[in-house]
């Protein structure tokens, strides 16, 4: 079955500190994998998704990035960190058809 | 961007009574989905609706989707305590990804 992992669980950061959350899948191959961020109380803002390694779309423009350098492992990263990135994290994958999508756990992300 | 927009934003109820959630979007779909997410969660999918369906059924959930109004409704009968969440729409346009509306917070109290 298709597992999806996310680290940390929570993280406390300062402004200007640089960040790494990762996300693996295990289970399956060649997914579609998406970052998504949740303002408190609020909507999902999809940061960026990826039909394949190396391949990243970025859909709202701001001091965030995403890489995946394996087929089943997508991080997001800044550089230095502000205060409005502070919120919920969540990874998602999905396969090539057109079902659901499987969410991991969520990062809570403080940023003080 | 978040296409759909969730109405009510909050849903008070008591246990045993049905909850009903409506859903709206602006462009056109492959299909619609509903989401559940209980407090500091991930998302569960709870339902999917194609394009040329109108009503789908899962358990006590009833999904109805009007293309030409570009809306869906999300039914729960029998309410229960544990139904306590949030729920979102989210629709596919070109089977990539989803946009994700804003969310009903739906309260059942025993």
């Known amino acids: 079955s298709q597992t999806i992992h996310q680290w940390p669980a929570t993280l406390v950061q300062p402004v200007g500190s640089p960040l790494s959350l990762e996300c693996t899948v295990e289970?399956?191959?060649?997914?579609?994998l998406y970052w998504y961020r949740q303002a408190a109380g609020r909507g999902l803002q999809l940061l960026f998704y990826s039909v394949g390694i190396g391949q990243i779309s970025s859909e709202v423009p701001q001091n965030l990035s995403a890489s995946r350098p394996q087929d089943r492992q997508f991080i997001l990263s800044s550089k230095k960190l502000l205060l409005s990135d502070s919120g919920f994290y969540l990874c998602?994958?999905?396969?090539?058809?057109?079902?659901?999508?499987?969410f991991g756990p969520g990062t809570r992300l403080t940023v003080l | 961007s978040q296409q759909g927009e969730e109405d009510p934003q909050a849903l008070s109820i008591q246990e045993g009574e049905n909850a009903t959630m409506n859903c709206s979007y602006k462009?056109?779909?492959?299909?619609l989905q509903w989401y559940r997410q209980n407090s500091g969660r991930g998302l569960v999918h709870l339902i999917l609706i194609r394009s040329n369906e109108r009503e789908k059924h899962s358990g006590r959930l009833r999904v109805t989707l009007d293309t030409s109004k570009k809306s869906s409704s999300l039914l729960i009968t029998a309410s229960r305590a544990a139904d306590t969440a949030s729920y979102f729409c989210?629709?596919?346009?070109?089977?990539?990804?989803?946009?994700f509306g804003t969310g009903t917070r739906l309260l059942v109290s025993p």
């Open positions: 989210a629709t596919d346009e070109r089977f990539q990804k989803l946009v």
């Open positions: 462009t056109s779909i492959n299909n």
């Open positions: 998602a994958w999905r396969g090539r058809d057109e079902g659901e999508q499987f």
């Open positions: 289970g399956t191959s060649n997914p579609n």
